[in-house]
């Protein structure tokens, strides 16, 4: 969009399609404050399984919490050929390594739960992706959903969960509610910014986790 425009036909952007980056910062930024209160650790070195990681949400989930330092796994229902290609591309445009792994089968969800120790759900709504009897590793940390829609994507996780404990786990749960109030604030904060400035701008997912970082509580 930017090499599209010429002096003086230009405005700012603010790419956030669907709604999508704003989400992702708002989900990453909400479990990165629940591991520093909560259980006083960073993100850094942290094991995240993406669900739902062949979305855009899923897909900028990843690279953002894989920028941060986790180690990140994109989990394909469908198999591991989509999500490989994914990593791929996240490395390829980012520099960014992340893995990928097969979860077409409950067998595969529930080892892939038991390796990582924050479970982040980003299928599209009304998509359960994990169920409570699959909520059984030890090392699980933090469950986050953005999926406000009946059935959860994680069974168990309450739409208003910030933090509060897991039925299924001794982990905690972010819901959808907790990181959408995040979002929508992120998203006035950046349509602000862009009208305040004296010049035009462009802001993307990297604007929206930095501003979500100061919101999130």
Do not use: W
């Amino acid at each position: 969009a930017k090499k599209a425009m010429v002096p003086p036909f230009q405005v700012s952007v603010f790419a956030d399609p669907a709604g999508s980056f704003t989400t992702a910062a708002a989900m990453v930024a909400k479990v990165e404050k629940a591991l520093e209160k909560k259980l006083q650790r960073a993100l850094r070195d942290t094991r995240v399984a993406v669900f739902g990681a062949t979305g855009v949400v899923g897909f900028c989930t990843a690279v953002i919490a894989a920028g941060e330092g986790a180690r990140v796994t994109l989990v394909g229902h469908d198999g591991i050929e989509r999500v490989k290609q994914i990593a791929a591309e996240i490395e390829s445009r980012f520099n960014i390594i992340v893995d990928a792994a097969d979860g077409s089968s409950d067998a595969r969800k529930t080892k892939l739960v038991e390796a990582n120790e924050i479970i982040l759900a980003c299928a599209k709504a009304g998509v359960q992706v994990v169920s409570k009897a699959q909520l059984q590793g030890n090392d699980l940390l933090i469950a986050a959903d953005v999926n406000a829609v009946p059935p959860a994507g994680i069974e168990g996780l309450a739409v208003n969960a910030n933090g509060d404990p897991l039925e299924a786990a001794k982990a905690v749960g972010i819901g959808p509610l907790a990181i959408g109030n995040v979002k929508y604030k992120v998203e006035f904060g950046l349509f602000k910014r862009m009208i305040e400035s004296e010049k035009t701008i462009t802001l993307d997912f990297q604007e929206a986790f930095s501003l979500a970082r100061e919101i999130a509580k």
